[in-house]
């Protein structure tokens, strides 16, 4: 008989994992609240088309790297629809900012996401065919402020603060700006001529960016190619005034705030929409694939995809990598966590297992954080499952029933005590060996 798998490229999250994923969504939501952002949710799939316009049809997430499937007419007067798991969020939350108007509010639109992504890669440590991310989009028309490089200061500025709050230490931040649309087209013209005599001796990655999407080859890793990368022309030659005047803004702001930053030349990032600020968060301890996140500023996205013009910027955080982060800085400290339980009631006998719920609904209600043993286990069973799950055990039989006199053990200590059902809530709600 088949033994049935998770699809290569996905995997299940399991306790006690799945508590550091939940402190780091909780950490998370708790420092946006702070910058007045609130939560959108987008559908996990949308039209291709809306891929296309936005990432850009050379990219290789486009070209190679989405799950793609046609969307059956119903019926002969409908079109069959082209459909995408997305393999980022920004576009879909511009297209949600265009499809329900949030522009005409004349108000700045600060919005956070956390959800599944899909792309099919080569599945690596860190690197999933669904994985995870947070994001966030800071994105309105004009008159809002939107376009300020006071904008990018700021996000920048909130996302060195989660990195911090979730003990993440020894974090890179790497800054460039790759200009105004003019600016890129510019530059993208200037490394592909400067490709032409050199492409032939790079890996063949970079073979066949050099035609496709020059700036994806900045992006290589490939050891024998990076002296080459770096003769290529600089971005920061074909910008114009207004770019480096946007960027110069940028640094001063993160300067007064005091957040640290790298000046990095060959930072481009390869989706078409960005435009002048580009950003990566990395951090040493994730080995060649070292970034934790990265973003950017996407002026001209809304438009492109037919919506008003309304500049924006973003970042995408990959929860994944994270995850690894984290559980390599502190050895992985919330294994324990399944542990931290108020309390084990464990029930005497089957007779006393609907009196045993009673008492762990009052006590759940209470706020207490209770696992409910079984009448049928034996003593010995019911502490060693009790010593596994929580601080303390409460025992509850007949004798205790009819006395309203419950015995505690406090697993810390070894005491074991008897205590009023009255002042039971008030007990369990100390730390343990108080």
């Known amino acids: 008989m088949t033994t049935l798998k998770a699809v290569r490229g996905t995997r299940d999250l399991l306790p006690p994992e799945t508590v550091l994923w939940n402190r780091i969504e909780e950490t998370a939501r708790r420092v946006f609240a702070r910058y007045n952002f609130g939560e959108i949710r987008t559908p996990i799939f949308e039209d291709t088309f809306l891929f296309a316009r936005s990432v850009g049809e050379e990219t290789d997430i486009v070209s190679k790297e989405m799950y793609t499937w046609e969307d059956r007419a119903r019926a002969q007067s409908e079109k069959t629809q082209s459909l995408t798991l997305r393999p980022e969020n920004t576009a879909g939350v511009v297209r ?17 996401y956390i959800g599944p992504q899909f792309r099919r890669e080569r599945p690596q440590k860190g690197r999933y065919r669904q994985f995870f991310q947070i994001g966030a989009e800071v994105i309105g028309p004009p008159s809002s402020g939107s376009e300020s490089p006071l904008r990018d200061a700021e996000v920048l500025e909130m996302l060195a603060t989660l990195l911090d709050e979730l003990g993440i230490t020894g974090w890179t931040l790497h800054l460039n700006s790759v200009g105004s649309a003019a600016d890129r087209a510019r530059y993208n013209e200037a490394l592909r001529a400067a490709l032409v005599p050199v492409a032939p001796r790079m890996c063949a990655d970079c073979q066949r960016r050099a035609v496709t999407n020059p700036l994806r080859v900045l992006d290589c890793k490939v050891p024998e190619d990076q002296p080459i990368i770096e003769s290529l022309p600089r971005i920061a030659d074909s910008l114009d005034q207004d770019s480096v005047f946007h960027f110069a803004a940028v ?15 060959r930072l481009v990032r390869g989706l078409d929409y960005y435009t002048r600020t580009t950003f990566e968060f990395t951090h040493g301890g ?29 970042f995408a955080l990959g929860l ?27 029930p005497l006998g089957e007779t006393v297992n609907a009196a045993a719920l009673a008492l762990a609904r009052e006590l759940r209600r209470g706020g207490l954080s209770v696992e409910l043993g079984d009448g049928s286990f034996r003593i010995k069973k019911s502490f060693e499952a009790a010593n596994r799950t929580a601080r303390r055990i409460v025992i509850l039989g007949e004798d205790e029933l009819q006395s309203g006199i419950l015995t505690v053990k406090d697993f810390s200590t070894g005491i074991q005590t008897k205590v009023p059902r009255a002042e039971l809530a008030a007990l369990l709600a100390r730390p343990a060996g108080e």
Do not use: F, W
């Not at 640094?251 to 030349?265: C, E, I, K, S």
């Not at 990265?294 to 492109?304: H, K, V």
């Not at 984290?326 to 399944?338: I, M, T, V």
């Open 96 to 112: 949600a900012y265009i499809e329900h108007k949030l522009g005409e509010t004349g108000q700045l639109q600060k919005l956070y």
């Open 320 to 346: 994944d990598r994270l995850v690894l982060t984290l559980q390599a800085q502190e050895g992985n400290p919330d294994s324990a966590a399944q542990q931290a339980m108020d309390a084990y009631i464990a």
């Open 251 to 265: 640094t001063a702001a993160l300067d007064a705030a005091g957040v640290p930053y790298t000046r990095n030349h």
């Open 286 to 314: 994730l080995g060649a694939q070292n970034a934790l996140l990265g973003g950017g500023r996407y002026d001209g996205l809304s438009e492109a995809i037919g919506g008003p013009k309304a500049p924006g910027i973003g």
